[in-house]
C-alpha cells in the first residue's frame, strides 16, 4: 500500500465514520440497524490484498473504537477488525469467483459483519463484559445481516469504484 | 492461485494484532491518553452528530411513523373510543345535572306551598300533528297519580294530567289551545280565566270590567274543590300586554308563562294539595337589578396668574 493510496483511502473512512456517526445512529431502524464502516470496511477488504485488508480493519477497529456506541476497551474493535478484514480479504483474494460476483460479495460482507460481531461478543466476554441474553443476542445478529445484505449492494457499487480510482482499475467490479 | 502470504505481510498482521493488544492492555489499565483521545473524538464530532440529528429528523420522524404505524393507529382508536365515552360521560352527566336541578327546583316549590308531590321525568314531548300540546311523564296509577291531578315544574303549572296509565300518564301543557284555568292575580286578588293559545303565551280573561290589570301582574292557580285539577296559589305567569280597547266587554291581557314547556325534564305530579292554600306565597321574586358604578370626579380651580 502506497503513501497515496494511503492518503486516498483515509478521507473515505473518515467520511463513513462520519455519515456513520452522525447519520445512521440517528435513523434507529428496527432490529438494531447496521454499522456502515463496517460494512464498507469489509467490501473494502474483500477487494484487497490480506495485507491491505488488515491494515483497513486496523484503520476502521480505531474508528469504531472511538465510537460513541462502542462499549468495550480501547483496541477491542481494532483487534476484530484486522482479523475480520484480514480473513475476508485472504479468502476473496487471488479467487475470481469471489472477487468478480457481487453476489459473493455481498455474502462474504454479511457472514464476514456477523461473524465480526460473534467475535467481538466473544472477546467481550472474555474481557468480562455483560453479553445480555441469547435471545436478544440471536436478534441482534439477525438484525445485522438482514440490514448488511440489504445495504451491501446498494454501496457495493460506490465502493468498488472508489476503490478501483485509489488501487487501480483491476479490481473493479 | 491461493494466496499464502509472505514474511512482510505476516510481520504487518502481527505488528497490528499486537498494537491492538497492546491499546486493549492500556485502556483496561486505566491510561489517561486513550480516554483523552476517545474524549477528544467524542467533543469534535458532537457538532457533526447535531448537525446530522437536525438534517435527518424528518427522515427518522417518518421511518418512526412508518415503523410505529399499526400502533399508532391502534392508539388512535384507542383514544377515540375513550373520548368518546368521556363525551357522553360528561353530555349525561350535564343532562343529570339539569334534570336534579329542576327537580331541586319543583321542590322547592311544592314544599313552601306545603303539597305532596310525586317526582316524573318527562319521556315523550306528544306530538303536535293534532294540534295538542301534552306530555308523557314516567308515573301513572301505581305511584298515586290520578287523572285532573296538577302537574308542577320548578317554575309553576305544566299542565293537567289528562290520561294515567299504570306506569305513565299523559298530561296536557297548559299551552294547549283547550287548557282553562282559574286564575288570580298575586296582591289585588282579581279572578279571571286564563287559556293556552298553543305558544307559551296564554290570554287572560278578567271576569270582572271594572278592574285594571298591568304588565308584570302575576298570575296564580285560583285551585279547585279538592286541590282538583288545580291546587290553589300555583305560579302560572306573569302579564306582558294588556288589551285595553275600549267598549270591550271583558278585560283581556296577554300572559308569558313562567314554564318553559320545551326544556321540561322532571315535573311533579300534585297528589294531595286538599287542604293547603299558599295565598301569594308562591310569586316568584322580583329580578335585583344590578346596581351601576358612579365615579365623582372632584376638581379644584387653580388661582390664575396676575400680572
Known sequence: MSLRSFLYSTPVFLTIFLLQEAVVTQLRLPLGGFNLLLIVALIWAALSTPEIGALTGFGAGIAMDLSQSSSGPMGQWTLVMIIACYVVAFLGYGDDNIRANPINIVLLTTVGVVAARIFYLVLGILLGEQAGNLQSIFWSLAGTAFWTAIISPLVLKVISFIHANVFGLSSRI | ?307
Open chain 2, 1 to 307: 492461485m491461493r494466496y499464502g502470504g509472505d514474511n512482510r505481510g505476516r510481520l504487518l498482521i502481527i505488528v497490528l494484532i499486537v498494537t491492538s493488544l497492546f491499546l486493549i492492555t492500556l485502556d483496561l489499565r486505566g491510561v489517561q491518553v486513550i480516554d483523552g483521545l476517545r474524549t477528544g473524538t467524542q467533543t469534535a464530532l458532537t457538532p457533526v452528530q447535531k448537525a446530522g440529528s437536525w438534517a435527518i429528523s424528518p427522515l427518522r420522524n417518518f421511518l418512526s411513523d412508518v415503523t410505529s404505524l399499526g400502533r399508532t393507529r391502534n392508539k388512535i382508536e384507542r383514544l377515540q373510543a375513550e373520548n368518546d365515552k368521556l363525551r357522553l360521560s360528561l353530555q349525561n352527566r350535564k343532562n343529570a345535572d339539569a334534570l336534579l336541578k329542576q327537580l331541586q327546583g319543583v321542590l322547592d316549590l311544592a314544599g313552601t306551598a306545603g303539597y305532596k308531590v310525586v317526582g316524573a321525568k318527562v319521556i315523550s314531548q306528544g306530538s303536535t300533528t293534532s294540534f295538542t300540546q301534552s306530555i308523557t311523564i314516567d308515573v301513572g296509577s301505581n305511584s298515586g297519580v290520578r287523572s285532573n291531578m296538577t302537574v308542577l315544574s320548578n317554575y309553576g303549572i305544566v299542565g293537567v294530567v289528562k290520561y294515567v296509565y299504570p306506569n305513565s300518564a299523559l298530561v296536557q301543557l297548559a299551552s294547549d289551545p283547550a287548557f282553562r284555568i282559574g286564575v288570580r292575580i298575586a296582591g289585588s286578588q282579581q279572578i279571571g280565566i286564563m287559556s293556552g293559545q298553543g305558544t307559551r303565551r296564554g290570554v287572560l280573561q278578567l271576569l270582572d270590567n271594572r278592574t285594571r290589570i298591568k304588565e308584570g301582574d302575576v298570575l296564580l292557580a285560583r285551585g279547585s274543590q279538592g286541590g282538583r285539577p288545580f291546587v290553589p296559589g300555583a305560579p302560572i305567569g306573569s302579564v306582558t300586554d294588556v288589551d285595553n280597547s275600549p267598549g270591550a266587554v271583558t278585560q283581556t291581557a296577554e300572559v308569558k308563562f313562567y314554564t318553559n314547556f320545551s326544556t321540561l325534564g322532571v315535573v311533579a305530579v300534585v297528589v294531595s294539595g286538599e287542604g293547603t292554600d299558599p295565598r301569594d306565597a308562591l310569586v316568584p321574586p322580583k329580578p335585583i337589578p344590578t346596581p351601576i358604578p358612579t365615579v365623582t370626579v372632584f376638581v379644584t380651580p387653580s388661582p390664575s396668574p396676575t400680572n
